[in-house]
Structure formats: structure tokens, C-alpha cells
């Protein structure tokens, strides 16, 4: 459920905020009002591109945020926030938060935490249902019919099970299309793959060698320096007269003589032992150092060798050994398979004979369903329809069977008939927008209670209705928002006075400037706003107004 809407500085709202109740909310006001701001608001925070151009004049941003109650999906939308790296809703409150800026800087939060626009808009889809004057124009398209007829009789796991068999057989024709080739061509590919895999088992790498190996080349590369230096240190250790050994017998010989006098000084020599210990040691591992230096030309050629190895199969085949060798071993098992080709072909062969099977009872088992399903829906939808003014109409499915597809093996077509004595036409034929609204809302209202979006919003979908059907329109209404909350932005009066909650979008000047504002309505106030819907603010248009209240 929607339970705040924050606007800010879009087009002529300026600072507003929207608390919405559950049940049925209407949404009404003069023409020019702001109400299609509201939507256009809601359609932002849910993903739908931004227009600079909306900004309020004067702003350097706009911003949007919805809090939802996402207490019945709970699961749901915890497993899409894991999925997409998101913070978990505090107390089942899922807030999405959309800014953008006149300089074109385009941000977007879920739960506070930064994400793209696809993820906002993914999130959006599992929210909010929305059908503007044109949204009907959807069920025109066959693929939207059929995935109507799957809801509303609950076969969706089904088409699930059937989509997955067919992205199944779509893995094995690529594997088959992968060895089905000229004997050329064959002959081209498993001398390459022979190469490949010849080239780096050969090479016999090791995933962490390459730093070892350069660090043993550079030391190679400067073994007559390191072995210069280390003498160097040697010689200044023990060497001609003035090495520091020579100088710190000297200097042991005065401390030797300081102690003697003064037996405090003992600590001076002490230092001096410790420090010529240190100094032998220092002598013994340069020695050691340099006996270790190696200038073998040999040596250094063969870690050039290497090196330049290494670096041919990084070019060649990754950017690391790691992934060398993981190609190496991708080109292993290709070699394999197409040296196994004919044993490989007779194995898809029989997983797609299988797998064909299994998909032609599936879809048989699918299209019984479907068929099913076909005379519940359009019984139901026809009543529905009745009540909204076709009195003798029917909706009708014709269901073809055709090429397997994710969804399934079957193609359907709606088909409608509103007048008597006329023969049913298929849906897309229908010129009246009037009719097409009425249908629309038909099949919501009988889908109300499989239907999974928890928030449905109508932006005078009640367009060319009136009379009698404008009321039913309303009870329509809200049989729908027993299931999920509506939000219904209408010209009706009958439809407006069928709603749970209502609230009127007004336009003031203030300074200056044009300013949107939207507040709910007190009793007496939503008698005055359905009074003006209805022509007038006499005490006919009043008592007209109380009787559709008293009569939801």
C-alpha cells in the first residue's frame, strides 16, 4: 500500500505532501487543477523517464518519494532488496526516493541507499498497476491477453515450468549449432583448440609464478651491480686499514681504558660489544649474500624466456595466468567434445527427442488448462460488463495452438460483442475508447483477487462513461480496492462518492506564483466538491450529491 506521496518543486507543486489511506482514494479538482501531477509524480518515483522541463521555474532540483507498506510482501520484496545489494525496509517500510536537477544530474535511493533507474523501475513493477486514459490500449496485444487468461486461472507456474523447457532446448540447439559444421570448418576448429591447449599445457604455468619470476629476473638482470655493492659493504666492514672493525678495536681499546678507571663506564662497553656482535653478524650474511649472487648469462636468458612466455599467453589467451589457464582448460574440453562429435550429436539428439516430448505434453497440458480457464473468465467478465451498461454483451477467447513459445504453445484473441444480434469482433476492432475503458475495468475488477500489485491507480480510465454506468464504474471501484488499495483520479461525481477517501487538487496564487496543493475532504466538503462535479452548488446539486454518498 502507498502511504505517502512528498512532492517537491515539480511543475506547480511546490512543497507537498500526500498521505493515503487504504481502500478506494479519489482524486478530483477543476481542470488545470494539478491532478495529473500527481500521477506524473508517481510515475518518477516508480522509474519512468525525467523531463527537465518539470522542474518549477525558479528550482535547481526536483525531488519525489513514496513510503509503501509492504507488509504482505514482505518475502518478496526482501529477496528483490538482497538481490539488488539494497538496506532491508525498517518496520515492512519500502521508501524509493527519485532527485533530478536542472543540470541534467539524475539520482535515485531505495530504502536510503543509492541505485540505478532499471532497479527503481523493477522495484515499480511488483508495486503499483497504472492505467491511464491510453494504458487500455494494452489489451490489444495478444502476449497481454494471454498473461490475463494465466492469472486470472492461476496457471503462471505452469508457463513458468514451460518457459524453463524452452530455454532448455534453446542451450542444447546452441551446443548442436557449435558442432554441427563443414568439414572444414571442423578441421579449422580442432586445430586451433589442439594449438590452444598444446600451447599453454606446455607452458606448464603456475597462477602466482609471474611475480616470483620477475623478481628473480630483475635481481639476475642486476647480479654485477648487487655483487659490486656487496663487496663494497664487505670491504667497509673488515677491509684495508680504516674499516670499521679496525675502528672499533680502537675505539674498544679507549672504553677499555675509560672502565678501567671508572668502573661506571662498564655500560659504554657493553654497547660496544653489542654493537661490534651485530656488525659480525651484518659481515656473515653479506658474505653469504654474496656467495649467492649468481652472474650466470645463462640463467638470465632463461628467465627472459619465461618472461616473454608469459607475457605471449597473457596476450593471447587473459589478462592473468589464472585466466590463462582457465582457458586452457575451456579449450581442453572443447577439444574433447568435438573430438567426440558424433557421440556428442547423438547425445543432444536424444536430451532434444526428450526434451520435445516432455514440452509437447506440457503444452498440451497448458493449452487444456487454458481452455478451461477460457469459459470462467469470460462468464465472469461478462457480468461485469453487464453491470457497467452492455447489457446483452459477451467477451469471448478464441485460442489458437501455434509454435512453442515461452509462453506456452497457444495464441488467444478477446473477443467482444456489445450489441445484440452482432457478432463478435475481436478486441483490437473496437474504435470506443468509452468501450475499451469499460473492458478494462471488467477484467481488473474480476482479476482484483489474483492480482499481486498491491496498489492500483486509474487515471480517468472513467472517460465517455456516464449516467447509471459512471455509478457502477464507482462500485467497481471499489470491489477492487477490497483486494488492493486505488487511487482514482475522476471527472464523475458517482464515481467519486463511491470512493473510501477523498481529495480535492486545488490551484492558488500566492506571491505571485501559481502554486498546486492537494488536501482530503471533511464530510461537509466532500458534499460541496461533488456538488460542483455535478454542475452547481445549489441545494439540488447538494441533495444529489448526499444521496450518492448515503447509497455507497
Known amino acids: 500500500m502507498l502511504t505517502t506521496l512528498r512532492i517537491k518543486n515539480l511543475a506547480l507543486v511546490a512543497d507537498l505532501t500526500l498521505e493515503l489511506r487504504p481502500g478506494c482514494n479519489a482524486i478530483t479538482g477543476e481542470t488545470g487543477a494539478g491532478k495529473s501531477i ?3 509524480a508517481l510515475k518518477l518515483v516508480l522509474g519512468e523517464r525525467a523531463d527537465r522541463t518539470l522542474i518549477r521555474a525558479g528550482a535547481e532540483s526536483c525531488a519525489v518519494e513514496a513510503v509503501f507498506d509492504v507488509t504482505h510482501q514482505q518475502r518478496v520484496f526482501a529477496t528483490l532488496l538482497e538481490e539488488h545489494g539494497l538496506e532491508p525496509c525498517e518496520e515492512n517500510q519500502l521508501v524509493l526516493k527519485r532527485v533530478f536537477t536542472a543540470a541534467g544530474t539524475n539520482r535515485q535511493f531505495v530504502n536510503g541507499s543509492p541505485t540505478t533507474l ?19 490500449q494494452s489489451l490489444l496485444h495478444p502476449a497481454k491477453q494471454l498473461a490475463i487468461l494465466d492469472a486470472f486461472g492461476g496457471l503462471q507456474s505452469q508457463v513458468a515450468a514451460f518457459a524453463e523447457l524452452i530455454r532448455h532446448r534453446a542451450s542444447l540447439e546452441q551446443e548442436k549449432s557449435a558442432l554441427i559444421v563443414d568439414e572444414r570448418t571442423y578441421t579449422q576448429q580442432l586445430d586451433l583448440l589442439r594449438h590452444q591447449a598444446q600451447e599453454i599445457t606446455a607452458a606448464k604455468l603456475r597462477a602466482d609464478e609471474e611475480a616470483e619470476v620477475e623478481a628473480e629476473h630483475h635481481r639476475a638482470s642486476n647480479a654485477a651491480r648487487l655483487l659490486e655493492l656487496s663487496q663494497a659493504a664487505l670491504c667497509a666492514l673488515d677491509g684495508e686499514e680504516g674499516s670499521l672493525f679496525n675502528q672499533l678495536g680502537a675505539l674498544g681499546r679507549t672504553l677499555h681504558e675509560l672502565q678501567r678507571i671508572d668502573s661506571a663506564a662498564q655500560t659504554f662497553a657493553d654497547a660496544h660489544e653489542q654493537t661490534v656482535a651485530s656488525l659480525r653478524d651484518l659481515q656473515a650474511s653479506l658474505s653469504r649474500y654474496t656467495d649467492r649472487v649468481d ?67 506440457t503444452g498440451r497440458e497448458l493449452t487444456a488448462a487454458r481452455r478451461k480457464v477460457i469459459p470462467k473468465l469470460t462468464k465472469a467478465a461478462s457480468r461485469q ?22 509462453c506456452g504453445c497457444d495464441e488467444v484473441e478477446f473477443q467482444f460483442a456489445p450489441n445484440p444480434g452482432e457478432p463478435a469482433r475481436p478486441l ?13 475495468l471488467a477484467l481488473k475488477t474480476v482479476l482484483a483477487a489474483q492480482d499481486e500489485i498491491p496498489v492500483l491507480v486509474f487515471d480517468e480510465v472513467d472517460a465517455n462513461v ?20 486505488v487511487l482514482c483520479i475522476t471527472h464523475l461525481a458517482p464515481v467519486a462518492a463511491a470512493a473510501d477517501t477523498h481529495f480535492v487538487v486545488t490551484k492558488q496564487v500566492r506571491d505571485g506564483r501559481t502554486t498546486s496543493d492537494i488536501q482530503p475532504l471533511s464530510a461537509k466538503q466532500r458534499v460541496d466538491e461533488l456538488a460542483r462535479m455535478l454542475g452547481g452548488q445549489g441545494e439540488a446539486a447538494r441533495k444529489h450529491a448526499e444521496a450518492l454518498l448515503a447509497a455507497k
Do not use: C, W
Open 295 to 361: 652472474l650466470d648469462p645463462a640463467r638470465l636468458a632463461q628467465l627472459e624466456e619465461r618472461l616473454n612466455l608469459i607475457h605471449s599467453l597473457k596476450r593471447k589467451y587473459g589478462a592473468s595466468l589464472a585466466e590463462v589457464i582457465a582457458f586452457g582448460a575451456e579449450a581442453k574440453s572443447r577439444l574433447t567434445s568435438l573430438e567426440q562429435r558424433d557421440i556428442e550429436l547423438a547425445r543432444l539428439n536424444a536430451e532434444l527427442a526428450k526434451l520435445d516430448a516432455e514440452l509437447g505434453r
Open 428 to 440: 483490437r476492432a473496437i474504435a470506443s475508447s468509452g468501450e475499451m475503458s469499460r473492458v478494462m
Open 385 to 406: 460488463l453487464q453491470d457497467l451498461g452492455f447489457e446483452q454483451s459477451e467477451l469471448g477467447v478464441s485460442l489458437a495452438v501455434t509454435a512453442p513459445t515461452a
Open 38 to 40: 500527481i500521477i506524473g
Open 466 to 485: 456516464g449516467g447509471e454506468t459512471a455509478r457502477v464504474v464507482g462500485d467497481k471501484m471499489r470491489q477492487i480496492a477490497r483486494a488492493r488499495q
Open 118 to 136: 532499471a532497479t527503481l523501475a523493477a522495484l515499480g513493477e511488483g508495486l503499483v498497476d497504472m492505467h491511464g486514459p491510453h494504458d487500455h
